[in-house]
């Protein structure tokens, strides 16, 4: 499956723009990085406005994000078939995932197996030459994307959540040792450890909640409100989901 087209076309799938946003600290603790170092910002792409007309702000897009409590009950990671190979070419979601953000492309074998390649897991800026290393986490993880509304969801929608190869930044490939630390985490409980992802990381948060309308409760929101304040050029675009 071909995955993030890069065409002009397509400019309108979910993409982030993110510039100049970049986060110094003066300590190693992801959740108090200082204010980032003022710099010019690349102008946003489209016209703002409402969800998915084009270029929000961070604080403007974290706004859009629906108010709600999250409901944990009847969750179950089986709710959401996962690493499917919707398009049939023997590359389950997995395996394109990291097909795409190789940084140098691995050989593919027999049933999609991947051998060579090189990644840079972007929380915490490891290199990464082995793919068993790494682990495909989703930007909002499933048992939070299920306690934000997608309890309500049919099998079939959460399918589609769990395997969203269109928005470039749903699904991404980090070390096995990040992603598990994040665990269903939302950002008021955890961050990146690499402080220059920080804005990065909450611009892909916000969009992947405005993507699918999942909701936000209120230490999420002020969490992401907080970074907001530290990523003042970063600017989010998304495309809600089908």
């Not at 993409?15 to 190693?28: E, I, K, V």
């Not at 961070?58 to 994000?65: F, G, S």
């Not at 398009?87 to 995932?97: F, K, L, N, S, Y």
Request: charged share 25%; aromatic share 6%.
């Amino acid at each position: 499956m071909t995955r993030r087209p890069l065409l002009p076309l397509a400019a309108a799938l979910l993409a982030l723009t993110l510039a100049a946003c970049n986060p110094q600290t003066a300590d190693d603790d992801p959740k108090q990085p200082a204010a980032p170092t003022p710099t010019t910002s690349a102008a946003p792409t489209g016209a703002p406005g409402g969800p998915g007309t084009g270029a929000l702000s961070l604080t403007d897009a974290i706004a859009e994000i629906p108010k709600g409590e999250e409901k944990r009950d009847g969750y179950e990671r089986d709710s959401f078939k996962h690493w499917i190979d919707e398009d049939q070419d023997g590359c389950p979601t997995r395996a394109e995932v990291l097909i795409e953000e190789a940084t140098t492309k691995p050989e593919q074998g027999e049933r999609c197996t991947l051998t060579g390649g090189v990644w840079t897991s972007s929380y915490d800026g490891v290199e990464v030459t082995d793919a068993k290393r790494l682990d495909i986490d989703h930007m909002v993880p499933l048992a939070e994307a299920w306690d934000s509304g997608a309890h309500a969801w049919s099998d079939e929608r959460r399918q589609a959540y769990a395997n969203d190869l269109t928005a470039p930044r749903s699904l991404i490939a980090v070390t096995a040792k990040t992603n598990r630390s994040k665990g269903d985490k939302d950002p008021a409980d955890w961050l990146p450890p690499a402080p220059d992802a920080h804005c990065t990381y909450a611009a892909d948060w916000t969009a992947t909640k405005l993507r699918w309308q999942l909701n936000a409760d209120d230490a999420e929101r002020t969490a992401l409100l907080d970074l907001a304040g530290r990523c003042p050029d970063t600017v989010v675009e998304y495309e809600p989901a089908a």
